[in-house]
């Protein structure tokens, strides 16, 4: 993997020559591609859209094989007679090395060949995913360590492919292949709860389950050696010149943290995690002992337990999750020209409205599971508003040579303050409160509910930092946008004017977006 891939870009992000970090070194010349340059893409449409089919493919299975596990939760509580905090775990370690690995991806994303990394990643994915099924009950740490391996391929692969689909497409383009990509988030978390109680029914068996999406995995990542290109850096940006950039990584990261709109809008992110972590891991349990609850189904006792719930979940969560991405990302279109700072407002609206449907949900199902369920609709379908928005607000605040990296460290973030610790402490209050009193079916229900209350709490809180990033915004985006594409000046003479610095916030000691015109460089070219 050599860090300079194919022909240098004439368009270079760097904070090398002794300028300050962060500078755009070029002349004016340099900066105005040939005219018979603007009409030639890096890489052609056809091949372009062929590449997002591919990553949407392997998005699909990624997160059909990481909620498989909550499809079939009760049949390995029983398997290996573990608590719910214990079974949380199982999720936990697989998103803490997620999130470990993830800043380690993200500096490899930004500099070395990105196509590389995801075939290295995803090998290391197919294995383990499928090793997980092999474990017997005696060896529950051993699922643990496998689930945690699992990471290792997912973190290659969502931290580099948005940033590749930022570099095939730009403007509405761009924001329809990020809403397609993302909306098989939610279809692939439906699908897996799907696939996994129906394949543990059918075969009796809740270790079959693990090894479906690890035989379509190969088919993804046979895919992605012959269909997918790693393009230029910034090629969409620079008509197919890419850019360069020669930062150290602690460079990346004062920039990041600079961005307000990057920060405000990573604690929405983190906020979104959370939520939709506890709740796509407890759901399916939950409405289960819901109807053990009100007597409407016996209790397990024996594997495999009833798997009703994991299928109709599974079709609300694939059903809401195209819905709401859909209407996301048309909202985001509609309303981008008239009001500047939209795409966080979609967010903010989305976790605060969801609110008050989570809250009504976990009550309701003590009385009717039906209400549940419209409940549960209206909260996915809200908190679906949100995915491929936050993904496409991260592109366009941030530089091209610093996505990967941005990516990363949202992603570690996400995780470590969201879905890696979510499920497992909704497990450990259920424990605790399930303690209190003497075990019985019914109480068993309650813990679980009580606990669950702490998801509508964060969603508020999101909705909050969601609005804050809406105030910065619309400054954030357009700094980037003139570290990328340049700002004409008019000519007035070699040595009538100093360098032009154009700099992020107004703020002349921002030393991160600051955009160099240098004429004394013009004339030298």
Not at 98 to 117: E, H, S, T
Request: contains cysteine; aromatic residues 12%.
């Amino acid at each position: 993997m050599e860090p300079k891939e194919g022909r240098m870009p004439r368009w270079s992000l760097g904070s090398g020559s002794g300028l300050r970090y962060g500078s755009f070194v070029n002349s004016l010349s340099s900066l105005t591609p040939k005219p018979e340059e603007k009409e030639k893409p890096a890489i052609s449409q056809r091949r372009a859209y062929v590449a997002v089919a591919v990553l949407c493919y392997i998005n699909l299975l990624n997160y059909a094989e990481r909620y498989t596990i909550a499809g079939i939760l009760p049949n390995i509580q029983k398997f290996f007679d573990i608590s719910d905090s214990k079974a949380a775990l199982i999720q936990t370690v697989f998103i803490s090395s997620f999130l470990l690995l993830a800043p380690l991806f993200g500096y490899l994303g930004d500099r070395y060949n990105r196509k590389y990394i995801m075939i290295g990643g995803l090998s290391v994915w197919l294995v383990t995913a499928a090793g997980s099924s092999l474990v017997t009950e005696s060896y529950f740490w051993l699922l643990m360590l496998l689930r945690a391996m699992v990471g290792i391929g997912e973190a290659s692969y969502s931290t580099i492919a948005p940033t590749i689909i930022g570099d095939l497409f730009v403007g509405t383009q761009r924001s329809a292949m990020i809403c397609v990509f993302y909306i098989f988030i939610p279809v692939g978390s439906g699908l897996g709860y799907i696939t996994g109680a129906g394949v543990a029914n059918l075969t009796g068996d809740w270790r079959w389950a693990l090894r479906i999406t690890p035989i379509l995995g190969g088919v993804g990542l046979a895919l992605l050696v012959f269909l997918c290109p790693n393009p230029p850096r910034g090629a969409a940006e620079t008509h197919g010149e890419g850019v360069t950039g020669k930062s150290s990584y602690l460079e990346d990261v004062k920039y990041l943290l600079k961005n307000k709109s990057y920060v405000w809008s990573t604690l929405g992110v983190t906020a979104t995690a959370f939520l939709t972590g506890a709740l796509a891991f407890w759901t399916p349990t939950f409405l289960s002992r819901a109807h053990v609850s009100q007597g409407l189904r016996p209790p397990c006792v024996k594997e495999p337990c009833n798997s009703t719930d994991s299928y109709i979940f599974g079709a609300v969560t694939v059903v809401t999750g195209i819905l709401g991405a859909c209407l996301g990302s048309g909202l985001s279109r509609w309303f981008g020209d008239k009001v500047p700072n939209v795409d966080p407002l979609i967010c903010a609206v989305g976790l605060l409205g969801s609110s008050p449907c989570l809250f009504f949900t976990i009550f309701a199902a003590s009385k009717s599971i039906p209400t549940a369920y419209v409940f549960i609709f209206l909260a996915e379908v809200l908190i679906s508003l949100n995915w491929a928005v936050m993904a496409d607000i991260l592109l366009y605040i941030v530089v091209p040579t610093r996505r990967a990296s941005a990516e990363a460290l949202q992603i570690c973030f996400l995780h470590l303050l969201g879905d890696a610790g979510s499920p497992y402490l909704v497990g450990v209050i259920s424990d605790a409160i399930r303690k209190s009193k003497p075990e019985t079916q019914d109480w068993s229900f309650s813990s679980l509910k009580y606990s669950l209350l702490v998801c509508p709490v964060v969603g508020f809180l999101g909705g909050l930092f969601f609005f804050l990033t809406s105030i910065y915004i619309t400054e954030d985006r357009m700094a980037a946008s003139r570290l990328i594409e340049g700002v004409s000046q008019p000519q007035q003479g070699a040595n009538s004017e100093p360098p032009i610095e154009l700099s992020n916030g107004g703020e002349s000691n921002n030393t991160n977006n600051v955009f160099v015109l240098s004429q004394h460089a013009a004339a030298a070219s």
